[in-house]
């Protein structure tokens, strides 16, 4: 059963911290995904990367985000230095480009910046 | 204003009752229109896809899109506790962005 899958699940951290983030995409996906989830704003696009390249992540605070592709089998989102506005759920997803554009989510990783 | 505008709720039904979610949108260029369904601290999961206008049937679901009205609705028929949860609406252009644009969501309990 393949799954996309994020490390940590939750994460708890003092403002001023820097906060990793990783996903491993399904297995074949060619299109990653990183998403930020607030109660107030929902679901926003934060960056997406196709063949490991980044395409937009004009949604993404320049200053203190940066997200990356390692690998085929990996993407990182960092935030340094946290803000307690920065918490929020972050969930990656995963797909292959196709006409529904079927996007899979991971778990998402839950995280409070004190 | 939002691109795509859902009404939070929450919403509560009895089991057994038919169940209407909606979603406006502003983007004539939308074409394709998704439902993710999100159980509580899980991640979205794609319910119905449609494409263009007209209706969707899978199961208890019926998926129907206006674009003359820019307006989408999910509909749940005989409804279940296990259908508690939040809805997301979805929508994108025909061109090559794989984009989503989300709305914020409907909060659902159907009660036993």
């Known amino acids: 059963d393949a799954r996309v899958t994020q490390t940590p699940r939750h994460k708890v951290t003092e403002m001023g911290q820097e906060v990793t983030m990783r996903c491993q995409p399904i297995?074949?996906?060619?299109?990653v995904f990183w998403y930020r989830q607030t109660m107030m704003q929902g679901l926003e696009l934060l960056a997406y990367?196709?063949?490991?390249?980044?395409?937009?992540d004009s949604g993404m605070p320049k200053d203190r985000f940066s997200a990356e592709m390692p690998d085929a089998t990996l993407a990182t989102l960092k935030i340094q230095p946290s803000e307690p506005r920065d918490s929020a759920v972050y969930f990656c997803?995963?797909?292959?480009?196709?006409?529904?554009?079927?996007?899979?989510f991971g778990p998402g990783t839950r995280l409070t910046v004190l | 204003q939002k691109e795509v505008e859902q009404d939070p709720g929450p919403l509560s039904v009895p089991e057994g009752a038919i169940v209407s979610l909606n979603c406006t949108y502003s983007?004539?260029?939308?074409?394709?229109f998704m439902w993710y369904r999100q159980y509580s601290r899980k991640g979205p999961e794609l319910l119905m896809y449609?494409?263009?206008?007209g209706n969707k049937e899978d199961g208890r679901f019926t998926a129907q899109v206006d674009k003359s009205s820019k307006y989408i609705s999910l509909f749940i028929r005989d409804s279940q506790p296990s259908d508690s949860a939040t809805y997301l609406c979805?929508?994108?252009?025909?061109?090559?962005?794989?984009?989503?644009?989300f709305g914020t969501g409907t909060l659902l309990a159907v009660q036993p």
């Open positions: 997803a995963s797909g292959f480009r196709q006409i529904t554009d079927t996007q899979y």
């Open positions: 297995l074949g996906h060619n299109t």
């Open positions: 990367f196709r063949n490991r390249a980044p395409l937009d």
């Open positions: 983007n004539s260029a939308f074409q394709y």
């Open positions: 449609t494409y263009s206008s």
């Open positions: 979805a929508m994108k252009g025909g061109g090559a962005t794989n984009k989503l644009i």
